[in-house]
DNA sequence: CGATATTGTTCATCTAGTGAACTGTTCGAG
DNA sequence: CTCGAACAGTTCACTAGATGAACAATATCG
């Protein structure tokens, strides 16, 4: 029933030069051409579309948090902001449904959101159990930053992929994109 | 510096028919003709790929679950079976390095796995100090249940991104697979 | 009007990841 | 050959984040 494998581990992605490339001797039956490579077999999972999106995904968080650190946003936040500043007024009923997270998790996310007055959550005219969420004049200049430093981070994923790559993983990938 | 945006939510996949078609009344400006769309703009997001790299990582793990359910596998799970049989004799440490997380972290994975009698950390002929890991015999009936069960799951994926989607997939996210 | 459902919130609980510290082992410079 | 440094695996305390249950305020509909 469990399921887990989550991103914590994606911190500002400077631990890539941690290990040097200390010659990795012993990685198996060594191999003493490649110097760094441990030889190992992962063919078979390369080859389950589910493994690379993996990948991937572990690939583009920690570029993004590298890119963002100035700002210090998360990929959910930098959603947050992003679907709040395109559709204001929205309810955290919504909202959490487009994430797909819990409505109760939401709830400390969007506090630290306010706390960093980027947001507000105001009084819904129509129905006074929800809140319209909307930026703040402050959020929407912190988004414009973002937005700059999101680019970057696409180029990034663009000269990773390639021009052509990169169309074509939209193009693919747009089934999951939620509505 | 704080990351996260972890996976735990993705359960069973069953709570997809959660929250029924109630006509999703006032989600902002109602607009009563396709009545379940809650009427939201998410186009900025739908045009990054890594929002959709993550959305597709969601429906993955999502689909993956449900799937291996019967074999209460989750994907790391899967993952490591996999590379111990592919490269029998791997050291913790080597294996940790490819699945990126730290040496710490896999104890609990592999004393989990080992409990259940499906790998063995063998003592390592050449260095005292590291475990070679081999999949018992019975890891290895178990693993080929699991391959048959991710097998439909693959299938799942090919029907939603199509075949030529699927093959292209593999192919433009091959750069991110490690080695 | 009154039963029922819904929104946002709090809270206890769970999973999983991290870094520091410790043990036993190996390596390599002198 | 020896001794200090590096390393594999483990434990442990801590953290982030997700979940479901319970609650108050409000809304809906018979």
Known sequence: MRVGVSDQKLRTAVKSAKQAPRSDRRAQRADRTTDA????????????????????????????????????????????????GDNPGLSQMALSQILGIVRSGLVPLLDGLEGKGLIRRMPSASDRRS???????????FLARADALVQEHEKRL?????ARGHKELLDILKVFGRR
């Open 37 to 84: 490579a441990p030889m190992v077999n992962l063919k078979k999972l390369t080859g389950l579309a589910g493994y690379l999106i993996r990948q991937a995904q572990l690939w583009v968080f920690q570029d993004f948090n590298a890119t963002l650190e100035p700002l210090d946003l998360r990929p959910v936040q930098y959603s947050i902001l992003t679907i709040i």
């Open 131 to 141: 809140h319209a969420l909307h930026l703040t004049a402050e959020g929407q200049h």
């Open 158 to 162: 663009i000269k990773k992929v390639g």
